[in-house]
């Protein structure tokens, strides 16, 4: 079972800051998703990623995936607090895996 | 559509007791699944189902029962639950296995074993 890492465990910043999270494994993926999950609700998912050192932008949320295919970051570029929420990565083996998530709070 | 739904939002048992945790999909997929979401654990596989007749074991299938009778439903059977499987459960549906494609999520099941 690949073993996907996500840092920090936890971030809180001000609203305008800037933030980057990490995903990290020792396996070669050969895709990777990111998804939001709000308080009270499921997962939705934000992003995949397919191609070794592949960007992708979506507003103000930049993926990139590494070019090795063993790690990703999310970067949020003038966080808001609609960007609060639990950030999780994933990747598929025979089933979908997911890391711990990392937990961010955008204070006004 | 109405996606992934599931009931009920909340519950609370007591040791011992048995529940079935329902959802529905309205988008005709063939791939379901069951999560439970504990505190710092990310998203663990409890069942999956690849279509009508067919389920198989995730990473913690112990203390848990699933059926897929139709394409649409997936019910979640919790016999003789424990203080261990208080969580978070979560239902989710794709159209494909492919790494590439979108799990839709379910609201979410919170449930306390006292």
């Known amino acids: 079972t690949q073993l996907l890492e996500q840092s920090p465990q936890f971030l809180s910043i001000q609203e305008g800051e800037n933030l980057t999270v990490y995903c990290n494994s020792s396996?070669?993926?050969?895709?990777l998703q990111w998804y939001r999950q709000e308080p009270g609700e499921g997962p939705v998912l934000l992003v995949t990623v397919v191609t070794g050192g592949e960007v992708k932008k979506l507003k103000r949320l930049t993926f990139q995936f590494g070019d090795a295919r063993k790690d990703s970051s999310l970067h949020i570029t003038a966080a808001q607090p609609g960007d609060t929420g639990l950030y999780l990565c994933a990747a598929y083996d025979y089933k979908l895996s997911f890391g711990a998530g990392t937990t961010v709070t955008v204070r006004a | 559509n109405a996606g992934v739904t599931q009931t009920p939002k909340f519950r609370i048992l007591k040791i011992g007791q048995s529940m079935t945790l329902q959802c529905a999909q309205d988008?005709?997929?063939?791939?379901m699944y069951w999560y439970r979401q504990d505190p710092g654990m990310g998203l663990k596989l409890i069942y999956y189902?690849?279509?009508?007749?067919?389920?198989d074991k995730g990473e913690v299938p112990n203390g848990y029962n699933v059926s897929r009778s139709t394409t649409e439903d997936f019910p979640l059977r919790l016999e003789l639950a424990a203080p261990s499987q208080t969580s978070v459960y979560f239902c989710?549906?794709?159209?494909?296995?492919?790494?590439?494609?979108?799990?839709?999520f379910g609201p979410g099941t919170r449930l306390t074993v006292l």
């Open positions: 989710a549906s794709s159209l494909t296995r492919l790494g590439t494609d979108t799990q839709y």
């Open positions: 988008m005709n997929h063939n791939y």
């Open positions: 189902s690849v279509g009508a007749g067919i389920t």
């Open positions: 396996s070669v993926f050969s895709s």
